[in-house]
Structures are given as C-alpha cells and as structure tokens.
C-alpha cells in the first residue's frame, strides 16, 4: 500500500489585488496522481513556482486539495477527524533552521512533539534519545540550539519529527540555507533515517547531487510531473532538465561535456566512480 | 599591514586589524573577527567563503559602517569610515550590502517605486531618482513590462533582482551580495551570477560575493578570501584555493565537485591537471590526457 497518495490532485488559489479584489485564479498544482511506496526515499525537484511545495503541503494536511484526493497512511486528507493523525504519520521539515525551534534545549525541543501527542513522560525520553542517535545529535542534548550551527539545528528539527514516530517525512528544501558542512550533515542523516529506520523520505530540493540516491524522482513544472524515473533515467535527459531550469550532477555534465567533445560514453552517468570506469575503458 | 597613505588612496576599501568582540563585557563574550587585514582595490570580482559563524557576514557588516570594529580601522578611499567627520550615510551609498534573501525587504506598491526608494532617500532630484532606478533594473535584467507589477507577485528570481537593483540604484562604487542566490532553482542562480558578471565587466563595479556554493564561486570570481574562526585563512585565485580543498573540508567547506573528480581520475593513472575549476576546462584536460594516452601509450 502507498503512504502516500494523490489522485487527480488540483490546488487552485484566489489572487487579490491590493484591494483586496479577485484578481483570478493561479492552479498551482494541476492534476497530479502519484503514489509513494512505504519506505522509498522520493526527491521532488523543479524550477521556483514549478507547484512542488504546495504539492508536498499537501502530504501532511497542511493544504487540502481544490479537487481531488489525497491519502496519507490510507487517511482522506479532507476528513478532518484524521488531520492529526496524519501530521503525526508523516512529518514535515521545512527550509529555515531558526523558524522550526522552540525549545531552550536541545533535547525539551526534541520532546515537545510526544508530549503533544500524550506520550508518557518516560516514553517521550526514549524517544527523544532515539531520535537524536539518529540523526547524530545526541551528545548536543543538554545544549541551547541558539549556539547550533545550520546543520545541527535541521537535524534537531528533523529529531523532533522523528520523534513522533512518523512512517513517512517531509522535507521542503532543508539544505537551502546551509553550507557544504552542513548540507552534508543533513543529507547524510536523512539517508541513514530512510535506510535504517526505513522512514519513507520525500527531499524536496534545489541541489541534483543531493538526489541520486534516491529510489524514485519527480520533476514539476507548472503544476504537473513533467519527467520521473530513477535517477539514472532522470539524469540521462540533460536538454530536457536544462528546459525546465534545472540543472543535472556535476559529474553527469562533465560526462555530457565529454560525449559532445566526441568521446563515446554511456548515458547518465551519476558518480565519479562510474565516471572513471568509464574513462579508463578509453585510455 | 599598514599601507602608506598613497596607496591606500588606490584602494577602494583597506581593512587594517580589525577585531570584533560581541559583548566584550560579558562573561561569554565571543571575538567574532580576529585581526582581520585586507585590501580590496577597484573592479575584483571576489568571493568570500566560510562555514556558516565563521564571521564573513559580521566582516562584511563592518565594510560599510552597520558595526563599528572594537580595534583596527578601515578606510574607504583612503579615509577613516570611524572618524568622526565621515559621513556614514555617503558611506552606505557607496558600498551598497544585499542582504540574504534581500526580497523580504521590498515593501513598495509596484518594482519602479520599490528601487526609486533608495536614490529618494539620498535626497536626490526625481527625474534623476527615475533615470537611476531604470538604469538600475536594465543593468539586471528586469524589463520594462514588470515596472508597474506588484514585487510580490513576481518569481523568486524576479524578486530578487528588483531587491539587488535596490541597492545598484544608489550607484555604489562596491556592491556586498550575501548568498545572492540561496534558494533560487539551478537556472535562476546561474542568471542571476551571469548578471552579476556582465556587470561587473562592464562598469568596473567592485563586488564581493559571499556564498556557501563552492562551484559558484570556482565558475565567477577572480580571487576567494576563506574566513575561519573570524580569521582569513586563505586569500587566493580560485585554483591556488582549491588546491587546499582537504584543509577547507575541514573548515566545513570544500572544493567545487569537479576538483573531486579530477583527483579521483588522476590517482586512477590518468594525468589530469588537479588545479582545474570548472566543467569546461575539466572536459579539455580529459579530452588532453586520454590524447596523450593514444600517442604514447600508458
């Protein structure tokens, strides 16, 4: 069964001039129907305005659809008697580190999504220690997450959504606002998240290489899936994601470089070490 | 560094021992840049890297006059920027800071008033507060159609540059961009940087680019300063700099990914140039080496 599900999905919003007067109507997703396997690890990339942030608002309740269905663990998003349920089942990360914290400490911050939820107190301090081994956190557990660096505090946001135990975890661009250090850090924990506690991880983002190991991709643009496939299929197509303002992993547009020099490679090439087996067949 | 006054004069900006200490006073008080000296003349275009608190966005607030130094001086045009007769507000003119996600600070009706706020509040006449704010938004590709436009309804990119010729229209002889291009998709960083190139070539403008994208900077500017720990650590062309990529891992930075995979190449037997930046000369020094390799054999 999918945990997550949209069927004919539309989100319409109403555009209002300064007045405050209608000023039409913008679809920014239109008619979108995917399903999310259990345990996959999903990347949603696009161009800005491409529709993927409203479509993964959409994943815990945050949006409803304008027309349309989706289901999260099974559960109408509509039905409201389900909304906490769902945000509880599928957890969300989103850009700015500062804005997702509100704890003193590291670990009260952690906990303040059990204990929401009821969870017995003694309960909610396994899983505030599970959560933070999990994202390698654990030993900033007593610190202020106001001396945190941009790394630390996303993978401490990320802690308090695995917290809740959710089966499935969104994360809007975590890494935009990060540098390399840091975006390694996150990424590297959100992998490990997804191999180990198979949560299923759908990574919005900006930054191809953060995505080619993921199991499945989807690129958006105006609203609609425009191209998905496995990584390799996804990157092989480099015109295509160079139309719709993407880019392709570093490595794959030296290999692309190299083939338009007249150098005969396979397409699609994703890692360095595909790179230079593939060379060294020419030297 | 103490530059004789002449040559201080040739410099657009000079930073001599400048430290700053945040709440010298309290008990966790932090020395947030450490003896920071450095020169900065007319039309470079450079870079500035560092992990994120290693002091490059509090170094930049110093350049023109947001935080006052706790020691050391800097001169803008051979004068003191602290002495008691600058003039701060000529000052802030002159070197103009784009803040991170600058369009959370449009605010105006429509883009032409947005960027006319600017040149308005340096007290300048309105024909030439308009002709300046067009300049401003031609020099970054914002066309005329979108003038009347709400800022709020334009795309991340658009809005971004409308902020971007906020800060142009005010004809600064430097221009501070902090991660002008965080959160852009990967065509609209490429825009906006190629912009930021055409305009540099073509006015001379002096720009310091702060940013966390490794490969950005390896493509546009002609020399990196590394800041650690509110120190310089590395003030470089960009192949000297990368050179050091393992000590820059271990400042939580890095080198563009195509250094990786020329070194991975090489202690594979292939005799690439390691120094090399950029896709494009990446591609020449294969297509070179597996050459060499036809003719001589490995």
């Known amino acids: 069964m999918s945990i997550v599900k949209t069927e004919n999905l539309i989100y319409e919003y109403v555009k209002r001039d300064e007045e405050g007067n209608e000023d039409g109507v913008i679809r920014a997703v239109d008619d979108v129907s995917l399903g999310i396997r259990q345990g996959d690890f ?38 409201e008697e389900y909304i906490w349920n769902i945000r509880q089942r599928a957890g969300m990360v989103f ?12 670990e009260e911050d952690v906990g303040f999504g059990p204990e929401n939820l009821g969870v ?25 997450p106001n001396r945190l660096s941009g790394g630390q505090k ?130 | ?27 966790l008080s932090h020395k947030a840049l450490d003896d920071i000296s ?35 001086h800097i001169y803008y045009g051979g004068r003191d920027i602290d002495a008691r007769d600058y003039d701060k507000k000529e000052l802030r003119s002159k070197v103009g800071l784009v803040f991170q996600y600058p369009e959370h600070q449009l605010f105006e009706v429509d883009v032409f008033s947005d960027v006319c706020f600017g040149p308005k509040n340096l007290g300048l006449e309105r024909g030439e507060v308009e002709r300046r704010a067009r300049e401003a938004l031609a020099k970054v590709g914002v066309p005329e159609e979108l003038y009347d436009q709400s800022p709020f309804d334009l795309s991340g990119g658009q809005k971004r540059r409308v902020a971007i010729a906020g800060v142009l229209a005010m004809q600064p002889e430097i221009l501070i961009l902090d991660e002008p291009t965080a959160g852009l998709d990967p065509k609209g960083r490429r825009e906006i ?64 990914q195509v250094t990786y995979i020329l070194h991975t190449l090489k202690e594979n037997g292939l005799p690439v140039d390691t120094d090399i930046t950029t896709i494009q000369e990446a591609a020449d020094s294969i297509m070179q080496a597996l050459d060499s390799f036809r003719i001589t054999g490995p």
Request: with cysteine; proline share 5%; hydrophobic share 40%.
């Open chain 1, 95 to 106: 850009q700015n580190p500062d804005n997702q914290i509100i704890g003193q400490v590291v």
């Open chain 1, 42 to 79: 999903i990347a949603i990339v696009g161009h800005n305005g491409s529709g993927k942030s409203t479509l993964a608002k959409h994943m815990n309740a945050i949006l409803q659809p304008t027309q349309g269905t989706v289901w999260v663990d099974g559960m109408d998003t509509r039905q």
């Open chain 2, 1 to 27: 560094m103490k530059l004789p006054r002449q040559e201080r004069n040739k410099m657009a900006l000079t930073v001599e021992h400048v430290s700053y200490i945040y709440d010298p006073d309290a008990p």
């Open chain 2, 38 to 72: 450095l020169t900065i003349p007319e039309g470079q275009f450079i870079g500035v890297i560092g992990h994120t608190g290693s002091g490059k966005s509090t170094l930049m607030q110093h350049l023109n006059g947001l935080v006052k130094a706790t020691s050391g």
């Open chain 1, 154 to 283: 996303q993978r401490v946001s990320i802690a308090g959504v695995l917290a809740m135990r959710p089966r499935c975890i969104v994360l809007d661009e975590p890494t935009a606002m990060l540098d390399p250090s840091g975006r390694r850090e996150v990424i590297h924990a959100v992998r490990e998240l997804n191999q180990t506690e198979k949560v299923t991880v759908i990574l919005i983002t900006h930054y191809m290489e953060e995505v080619i190991q993921a199991d499945h991709i989807y690129v958006m643009d105006k609203g609609q899936i425009a191209m998905e496939g496995t990584p390799r299929e996804i990157f092989s197509k480099v015109e295509e994601l160079q139309r719709l303002r993407l880019d392709v992993p570093q490595v794959t547009l030296l290999a692309y470089e190299l083939k338009k020099r007249g150098l005969d490679l396979p397409d699609g090439i994703l890692t360095t070490q595909e790179l230079v087996q593939a060379l060294t067949g020419h030297a």
């Open chain 2, 193 to 256: 940087l190629d912009q930021i190139r055409q305009l540099q070539t073509q006015t001379h403008i002096t720009i310091l680019l702060v940013s966390h994208s490794m490969d950005d900077v390896a493509e546009y500017v002609d020399r990196i300063i590394v800041m650690n720990g509110g120190k310089i650590v590395y003030d470089d062309i960009p192949r000297k700099i990368f050179k050091c990529y393992r000590e820059l891992e271990k400042m939580g930075l890095g080198a563009p």
């Open chain 1, 120 to 144: 017995p107190t003694e309960e909610i301090w396994k899983r505030v220690e599970e959560s933070l081994r999990a994202v390698g956190m654990y030993q900033f557990r007593s610190h202020s």
